[in-house]
């Protein structure tokens, strides 16, 4: 499996920008979706955006479609997650996670490794 560390978390006010990065080792970057997730207290950790290994090829959660931009840097071995025009409601903690599936996969029991996530906070 691959081990991924997610950074770039923090406290931004409402309308605001993160730039959230994920660094993946252990294993080929390259083969993997990579997806975001966020979990907020006391809700299921939802789908916020995926790109797949090949092509590039992206899909997101309606709430954030227009805000988060995803993308890779392969010979890096990281992913991204810009998040502009920052809402209160997107406070929770960002998960960045890896699957062996072709395309874009939304459900988070399709990827088989996972970070250990990190703090969104969108002030008001």
């Known amino acids: 499996q691959v081990q991924l560390v997610e950074s770039g978390g923090g406290l931004v006010q409402a309308g605001g920008s993160l730039r959230l990065s994920c660094a993946a080792s252990g294993r080929t970057f390259n083969g993997y979706a990579m997806g975001w997730f966020r979990q907020a207290p006391g809700k299921e950790r939802d789908f916020v955006a995926v790109i797949a290994w090949t092509g590039g090829d992206t899909d997101y959660a309606d709430s954030v479609k227009g805000r988060f931009t995803i993308s890779r840097e392969d010979a890096k071995n990281t992913v991204y997650l810009q998040m502009n025009s920052l809402k209160p409601e997107d406070s929770a903690v960002y998960y960045c996670?890896?699957?062996?599936?072709?395309?874009?996969?939304?459900?988070?029991?399709?990827?088989?490794?996972w970070g250990q996530g990190t703090q969104v906070t969108v002030s008001s």
């Open positions: 996670a890896a699957s062996r599936l072709a395309g874009y996969p939304r459900n988070p029991r399709l990827f088989g490794s």
